[in-house]
């Protein structure tokens, strides 16, 4: 088990049963949906953009622990920050999931996300974590068709 | 009943063929001789597509290292002996099958090239805006985008035949759906994401009393029972090599003889000629005017040698040892927290499609790969059956005659283990 507790954070966990911004975002101005049609994930990202920065953030959708953990811990640390340091966090985030096991992280940088770095060991995995963060990057976009992760 | 046709199962596994061995089926399948992880393999996804028997790997390999040529065309000594291989797996098959003659058997890719091929050769000609296609709720991708595509070049419509909560087609529902348009059923006979087992033979029956014709998807059942065309009476039948233990990338359609002569070839090229000119080409006959370039030569005699190690088995034999297991596993699943089997039919094949409350699909096949044990999550391939049951993905563990009860214990442990880590 102890290779599963690598990827299955204790904060991932309590994020899968209990996932924050959980909800419709009323007031939304933006939204953009994303599919996993591998293993049939969806997932709405809701979003309230004034200014470039992120008012509120929320999700909706099913998916499996990493999926919802993602989603849930991204729309936690994007609330307040500047398109320009979403867009800086996705591009770590995407790094930490994918990048050779050698390569360590700022935990100053990528705070709680640090939890999702076990998701290297899992390559199969990696789309379930990166979907919600490429749903979000579609919502700053505005782009009108739906996410896939194929 | 349920006693009865167990005890049923074990006379028949006694009288035939003394007591059913698994540890000696089990030793002609190499590759589950290794560990995953350090733990034994628990190959539990053979719905996916099926291992191999050491005889399948050792004919491929010695067609290409004593036998290698191309079939039906040259006079000399290697391409007369790959031809008779070739055609000799033509026979196999339509023994397998029974159909009443081997050039009933048109060699594809696999099942879904054969579907796309009655589509496109068998129905596209027949059918006029308006007319119906008639396929069920429980059908693999395969058997809905196929007729999808042609109702788009014809007009035509499609007409889907309702499921219960058990996972079983309601059949007075199909009754009311034949009609004065309806031109063709095509209906699976072991559904990959449920196991059930459909009625086919009053399938085919109700449709051909309106004169309609019947396509049976035989991919998951072929692996499982004993199939005998004559007696279904079913106009088309196709299955995939890979998943009754032959390679990948060879399938079969079974036609009734009268239909595939008056069908149109599917595609064009060499083999499926008797001469051509610029002016005029002349096809060639029943199967050869269907398989047009050099085939599947390995597949195709590979999926022979299969044919002869399953029906050496016998399809009895492993229904009633595969009822046995299957049996076993619903009652080792039924302890675990919150499961959920999807797929109840009285009739079914060896496939658990699952749930588990609060833990998703992908989850579960994580905790059970580290576990040794594969299995299959996801909508497998059959996203609308999943959505008629509201989910949008099930676990999935399939069995073969190579599993064995173990396995099943070591699954339902695994299980626990998932239970314990989100629970």
Redesign the interface.
């Known amino acids: 088990m102890s290779d599963l507790r690598e990827l299955y954070q204790e904060v991932i966990l309590d994020h899968n049963r209990r996932p924050r911004n959980f909800q419709k975002l009323e007031g939304a101005n933006r939204t953009a949906e994303g599919y996993n049609p591998l293993c049939g994930d969806e997932i709405t990202v809701y979003l309230r953009l004034e200014d470039a920065l992120i008012k509120d953030v929320s999700f909706q959708g099913s998916g499996c622990a990493i999926s919802k953990a993602s989603a849930s811990m991204m729309t936690a640390a994007m609330k307040g920050k500047t398109v320009a340091e979403a867009e800086g966090l996705f591009e770590t985030f995407h790094k930490m999931v994918t990048a050779d096991l050698s390569i360590t992280f700022d935990p100053l940088e990528v705070g709680k996300l640090a939890a999702f770095a076990g998701v290297r060991e899992f390559p199969v995995r990696v789309k379930c974590a990166t979907l919600p963060w490429h749903t979000l990057h579609a919502a700053i976009e505005g782009k009108p068709e739906p996410v896939s992760t194929e | 009943m349920k006693a009865t046709k167990e005890m049923a199962a074990r006379d028949r596994l006694g009288e035939r063929h003394g007591p059913f061995d698994v540890e000696r089926i089990r030793a002609d399948f190499p590759v589950l001789r290794q560990q995953v ?1 350090g733990k034994p393999l628990v190959y539990l996804d053979s719905a996916a597509t099926s291992q191999k028997p050491q005889v399948v790997i050792d004919t491929v390999a010695q067609y290409y290292l004593a036998e290698n040529a191309n079939v039906h065309r040259g006079i000399h000594f290697l391409s007369e002996q790959a031809t008779r291989a070739f055609e000799g797996a033509r026979g196999k098959v339509a023994r397998f099958l029974n159909a009443s003659e081997a050039r009933e058997i048109i060699f594809v890719r696999g099942a879904t090239e054969g579907i796309n091929l009655v589509a496109q050769s068998y129905a596209k000609g027949r059918l006029r805006a308006g007319d119906e296609i008639v396929i069920s709720a429980m059908e693999h991708h395969s058997n809905i985008v196929p007729w999808q595509i042609l109702c788009e070049q014809t007009g035509a419509v499609l007409r889907v035949i309702p499921i219960n909560d058990d996972g079983e087609l309601l059949v007075d529902d199909y009754g009311a759906l034949l009609g004065p348009r309806t031109k063709l059923v095509s209906v699976v006979h072991v559904s990959n994401a449920l196991g059930t087992i459909n009625p086919v033979k009053q399938i085919v029956e109700m449709a051909h009393s309106r004169e309609v014709a019947v396509l049976i998807d035989g991919a998951q059942a072929a692996p499982h029972l004993a199939v005998d065309v004559q007696a279904l009476d079913c106009d088309f039948y196709v299955l995939s090599g890979h998943k009754v233990f032959g390679p990948t990338g060879v399938g079969v359609v079974y036609g009734k003889a009268h239909h595939l002569e008056a069908m149109p070839p599917y595609q064009g090229g060499g083999d499926m000629i008797l001469s051509v000119t610029f002016e005029k080409t002349l096809y060639n006959v029943v199967p050869f005017k269907f398989e047009a370039g050099t085939p599947h030569i390995e597949g195709v005699i590979g999926l022979g040698a299969a044919i002869d190690y399953v029906t050496g088995i016998g399809l009895d034999t492993i229904d009633a040892y595969e009822h046995e297991l299957l049996v076993h596993a619903a009652d080792a699943l039924s302890g675990i927290k919150g499961i959920r089997v999807i797929g109840t039919a009285k009739e079914k094949a060896s496939i658990l499609s699952f749930v588990l409350d ?6 579960i096949g ?2 059970l790969d ?1 576990e040794g044990i594969a299995i299959r ?3 497998h391939c059959a ?1 609308p059956v ?1 959505q008629r049951f509201g989910l ?2 099930t676990a999935r563990a399939s069995l073969a005659f190579y599993n064995t009860r173990e396995e099943i214990d070591a699954l339902a442990r695994a299980l626990h ?1 998932v239970v314990e ?2 629970g």
């Open positions: 992880y609060g833990v998703h699909a992908h989850d994580t905790v580290q999550t996801g909508h996203q999943l949008p993905a283990k880590l989100f």
